[in-house]
């Protein structure tokens, strides 16, 4: 069974640019989580979808935005991106979803954004 | 609101000898408990959670965790460490009602095992 797979793996953007990261969960994982980690601020949660739905979101800016598609891939995006956006994009997967919530996740590698 | 403190950012440790990694947590509702593990240039991998019943939990790699109620703990050990056990660990905990998934992290314990 294939894990979370994100693409891509890395990427180098400008100040001001945006940027799309994506997804592929677990066959048959509804819930799909994204994570930001940094040195400073460790890992924190963006948001979480289920069945296209977003049910979850972080304390991050409207810059940051996300979408789940019917087949479960999600995407991202960060809009004009700043130096501090610098960092792992993590995306993970849950076959827990409804009222099932236990927070066992399954992480792809990442998405390791340098913005200059 | 939920947090989880990580009473050490780094932990030597020579091989084959016992470890522990302390985890402290705060929480005004019931939560579940994770520890994931982080090797470099990886994602995280679920190492043991904590989701009721007996409150000493077997995960892979040989470690264990107990879960302290009274005193707010989830600390991670292992009787012997393995060179391959150097990594990142991550003490994590998600509310058992309307968690959605949403994982609220440690800061982490970074484990360097020595030979």
């Known amino acids: 069974k294939a894990g979370v797979t994100q693409t891509p793996r890395y990427l180098i953007k400008t100040r001001g640019q945006q940027v799309t990261l994506s997804c592929s969960p677990i066959?048959?994982?509804?819930?799909v989580s994204w994570y930001q980690q940094t040195p400073g601020q460790g890992l924190q949660f963006l948001f979480e979808y289920f069945s296209e739905t977003q049910r979850n979101k972080g304390n991050f800016p409207g810059r940051f935005s996300g979408r789940q598609f019917s087949n479960s891939r999600s995407e991202m995006n960060v809009s004009t991106l700043e130096l501090g956006d610098s960092a792992l994009y993590l995306c993970?997967?849950?076959?827990?979803?409804?009222?099932?919530?236990?927070?066992?996740?399954?992480f792809g590698e990442g998405s390791r954004l340098t913005v200059l | 609101a939920q947090s989880v403190t990580q009473l050490d950012s780094q932990v030597p440790v020579f091989e084959e000898a016992p470890v522990e990694l302390r985890c402290n947590y705060s929480?005004?509702?019931?939560?579940?408990l994770f520890w994931y593990v982080q090797y470099p240039n990886q994602g995280l991998q679920l190492l043991l959670k904590?989701?009721?019943?007996?409150?000493l939990v077997k995960g892979i790699n040989g470690f264990e965790a107990e879960f302290n109620k009274s005193q707010t703990s989830f600390h991670l050990r292992k009787p012997s460490v393995h060179i391959s056990d150097t990594a990142e660990y991550f003490c994590a905990v998600s509310r058992v009602s309307g968690g959605y998934n949403k994982l609220i992290f440690g800061a982490g314990t970074r484990l360097a095992v020595h030979p």
């Open positions: 904590y989701l009721s019943g007996s409150t």
């Open positions: 993970a997967s849950s076959s827990t979803g409804g009222t099932e919530n236990t927070g066992e996740l399954f």
């Open positions: 929480s005004s509702v019931s939560v579940y």
């Open positions: 066959s048959g994982h509804r819930s």
